[in-house]
């Protein structure tokens, strides 16, 4: 599968903007960039996900750079639900499975 | 929309017993997934099922690990004799199971299993 680079970790303070980024230099072309978070003590839950274009969706914005060897997914203003760890992940296809490959992910701090 | 259900939440058992996880996922759903989840790291997937069929197992341990999805909708992960390296958060998921470029996986909340 193809791998995902995250920072181990961040910071950011309550209401500014935050940008996650990942490095993904090994994506083929048929692979899509998704992204979950995980709250603490729950399960993962799916946040946005993209091809080539830049995606928005009611929870964050996913900006993928143009050679596709890097992505960051961006909140607009950071709450303190957001505190999380954030997975980059790219979804591989392998015959009819859709897996997901969990990387460690980024946990996010955010400061009141 | 009921979310997708597991149960027990907490389990502690001794090493060498056999453990069992139930899972409800999300009405119609076709797809169900049951993750591995060490403390520190992210998900592993253990073992995948469109309807009633095993889709990938590749990482299941399937020395002491079983599952099975009765009549395609509930499952159960078992463990049997289980090892304290087997303590972790055991995750299940279900998704629509379309080809679409999206197939949404949905998380339930967790079984923790701790092994003494």
């Known amino acids: 599968d193809a791998k995902t680079t995250q920072p181990n970790s961040m910071e950011s303070n309550e209401e500014e903007p935050v940008h996650l980024p990942c490095n993904h230099s090994t994506i083929s072309g048929t692979d899509y960039i998704h992204w979950y978070r995980q709250l603490p003590s729950q399960g993962p839950e799916y946040v946005i996900h993209g091809l080539t274009s830049n995606v928005n969706n009611r929870m964050a914005s996913l900006a993928i750079a143009e050679d596709r060897k890097s992505s960051t997914l961006i909140l607009h203003r950071a709450t303190l639900r957001d505190a999380a760890v954030y997975y980059c992940i790219l979804r591989a296809r392998g015959g009819s499975n859709y897996k997901l490959t969990f990387g460690k992910g980024t946990l996010l701090t955010v400061n009141p | 929309e009921a979310g997708v259900a597991q149960s027990p939440r907490y389990k502690i058992i001794e090493k060498r017993q056999s453990v069992a996880f139930w899972c409800n996922p999300i009405?119609?759903?076709?797809?169900l997934y049951w993750y591995q989840q060490i403390l520190g790291q992210g998900p592993k997937l253990l073992i995948q099922?469109?309807?009633?069929?095993?889709?990938?197992d590749s990482q299941l341990p399937k020395d002491r690990f079983s599952a099975e999805r009765l009549k395609g909708v509930d499952s159960t992960l078992k463990i049997q004799p289980a090892k304290l390296e087997d303590s972790a958060v055991y995750l299940c998921?279900?998704?629509?199971?379309?080809?679409?470029?999206?197939?949404?996986?949905?998380f339930g909340p967790g079984t923790r299993l701790t092994v003494l």
């Open positions: 009405s119609g759903h076709a797809t």
């Open positions: 998921a279900s998704s629509s199971g379309g080809r679409g470029t999206t197939d949404t996986q949905y």
């Open positions: 099922f469109q309807n009633n069929g095993v889709v990938d």
